[in-house]
């Protein structure tokens, strides 16, 4: 299937200093008349834009969305592994720019009223530009709380708009819920690398699991003021398991290959996408494989991470019958083995790790690579791809050209899960049809709706529910920015404190290792690279961004967020 690559240098610009909803204006860029909204090629060019917004990979050596977010206990840091944000910010793209962006989709739905397209054909593209304004509100909300809801176009005489407060979460997320009910219905096409009916479903599931669960777990005195809220709840995952329902009976199938997902040069066969980004050599290309090689060091697993990989048995390391012996074990070569380690373990963990660790004094060349360290001893494995992509092309920035996955099955299938047993539905039929499928491909024997208790489990949720939040753990590990929100919605980022859980700062076990020129435990596990100095302690504030000081001072309606 042919590539399309949609980079607008729209969506490069960075402007601060005025209102939001002002910057940008996308009526000075082309003649804002009925004759223009008429055209077919202006709209899709309109429209495309957005697909900027999806990071995947990243763009050259720019940050992706996989990998690169190790504000987690998955991952440590290589340098850094503070809280994203530890004091206010004047201004932060991660507001204005998105904000920008739903003044775009607004004026492209503003401009759809004056079309003279057939009516299947604007609610289209009005879909596309309420999926994506659904979008951008929906992280909008999940970083900083109460936003300004705005569904039109601002100008300069809104001051209404312009100086009001932030409008209650609650409220924006149902018209987001809205947005993307309406799009879901709408969206005509079926090209994976565009914006379909089936992926606004994606969103959906994604979005209304976040909320329902968010808003079941959240505290008054966490979540700046706001309770738990049962109905809503409720409301928001049935939301959840009837998206993902729809798109189960869509005629997707699993990958046979785990890997496939994730190192893939051409992902428009994969039975398991649901829409995904396209890279090409030379034309649009990555850096994520390189940062899994680099020489000045590579962000591992954490052992916690590790740890939440059952065993071939189905058990977790606290009752398991199998060897659960991690100390990694010199081999002729010189390198310490995990293969058997590897080998009793669910099958994603060898395909995600390199088969032998690789810390200060025994670097590790990943099948030609230049040798490289990681911050835990685990090496990251799972998106390089050395068959198809040549070792010069793997050893440099901005040179990887490997599809991305944004939304796929298996992700379906786990927001399926975990909706139906949050609301208490939950069947052993559901699970066989959903998680048990993940779990077949992983090795694992089936998952049943009564699972025996781990002692691991911090979370002080049921069984069914810990085993369906590993399941998902292990499933996406490193991807998509996925673990830092579920503790989010999870009201569970407490457990992001390396004081209170040291696990998420160390790494592999070195107990075999004479004299390493690493930092360990008295027990031989790893401790992740500069974090003896950047203790992350939490604090409740956290669970919000704080709001750019820049947009207090201009409205004085707007507040900040608690504690910052």
Same mark, same amino acid.
């Given at each position: ?62 940050? +992706?969305? #996989? ?27 991660? &507001? ?21 397209? /057939? ?7 009005? +879909?596309? /530009? ?111 398991? =009837? ?11 699993? $990958? ?15 039975? *398991? ?37 059952? #065993? ?47 810390? =200060?004094?025994?670097?590790? $060349? ?32 901005? =040179? ?7 939304? &796929? ?57 810990? *085993? ?97």
């Amino acid at each position: 299937m042919k590539k399309i690559f949609i980079i607008s240098a729209i969506s490069l610009l960075l402007l601060s200093g005025c209102n939001d909803f002002l910057d940008i204006a996308p009526h000075d860029r082309f003649t804002n008349t009925p004759e223009y909204w008429s055209n077919k090629s202006n709209l899709e060019n309109q429209t495309n834009t957005f697909l900027n917004n999806f990071v995947g990979y990243g763009n050259g050596g720019g940050a +992706g969305w #996989f990998y690169f977010k190790s504000l987690s206990d998955d991952q440590v840091g290589y340098q850094f592994n503070l809280w994203t944000y530890t004091n206010t910010v004047s201004d932060d793209n991660n &507001w204005y720019g998105t904000l920008r962006e739903i003044r775009r989709a607004s004026y492209i739905i503003e401009g759809l009223s004056t079309s003279t397209l /057939a009516e299947d054909e604007k609610k289209s593209f009005e +879909g596309i /530009a309420r999926l994506n304004r659904a979008y951008q509100y929906y992280q909008l909300v999940r970083m900083y709380g109460d936003v300004p809801w705005v569904d039109k176009v601002v100008s300069t005489d809104d001051d209404e708009i312009l100086y009001a407060p932030r409008t209650d979460r609650d409220q924006v997320m149902d018209r987001v819920l809205e947005d993307l009910q309406f799009a879901s219905q709408h969206i005509k096409g079926t090209n994976k690398q565009r914006f379909t009916a089936d992926m606004a479903l994606a969103v959906l599931s994604e979005v209304a699991l976040y909320e329902g669960t968010y808003s079941k777990y959240r505290t008054a005195a966490d979540n700046a003021g706001k309770g738990p809220d049962t109905a809503r709840a409720a409301k928001y995952l049935k939301e959840s398991v =009837k998206a993902s329902q729809a798109l189960m009976k869509k005629g997707y199938k699993l $990958s046979p290959s785990y890997k496939a997902i994730y190192n893939s040069i051409d992902l428009s066969s994969n039975p *398991e996408i649901i829409f995904y980004k396209p890279y090409s050599k030379n034309v649009l290309m990555h850096s994520t494989i390189d940062y899994t090689i680099n020489t000045s060091g590579t962000s591992g697993m954490t052992k916690d991470a590790f740890d939440a990989y059952l #065993f071939l048995d189905g058990k977790p390391k606290a009752t398991t019958g199998m060897d659960t012996n991690d100390a990694a074990q010199l081999n002729a070569d010189g390198k310490y083995d995990l293969t058997p380690i590897l080998a009793v373990r669910d099958k994603r963990l060898s395909v995600i790790l390199d088969p032998v660790l690789t810390f =200060k004094g025994h670097p590790y $060349s990943r099948e030609g690579s230049n040798e490289f360290t990681s911050s835990t001893g685990y090496g990251v494995a799972k998106y390089d791809n050395p068959a198809e992509i040549s070792t010069s092309d793997r050893n440099n920035i901005g =040179k990887q050209y490997t599809d991305s996955p944004l939304f &796929w099955l298996s992700v379906i299938y786990l927001n399926y899960a975990e909706a139906k047993a949050e609301l208490n539905e939950l069947t052993q039929a559901d699970l066989d049809m959903s998680i048990n499928k993940l779990q077949d491909r992983a090795g694992l024997p089936p998952m049943t709706v009564n699972p025996e208790a781990d002692p691991a489990n911090n979370m002080g949720v049921s069984n069914i529910i810990w *085993e369906i939040r590993r399941a998902r753990r292990c499933e996406l590990m490193f991807d998509n920015w996925y673990r830092y929100w579920d503790l989010i919605r999870w009201h569970q980022l407490h457990l992001m404190d390396s004081e209170k859980y040291p696990n998420i700062y160390l790494g592999a076990n070195l107990k075999n290792v004479p004299d390493p020129e690493v930092d360990v435990t008295p027990e031989g596990y790893m401790i992740g690279s500069n974090t003896l100095t950047q203790v992350r302690r939490f604090d409740k504030k956290y669970y919000f961004y704080p709001i750019p000081t820049g947009q207090i001072t201009m409205n004085d309606k707007i507040t900040q967020n608690p504690g910052w």
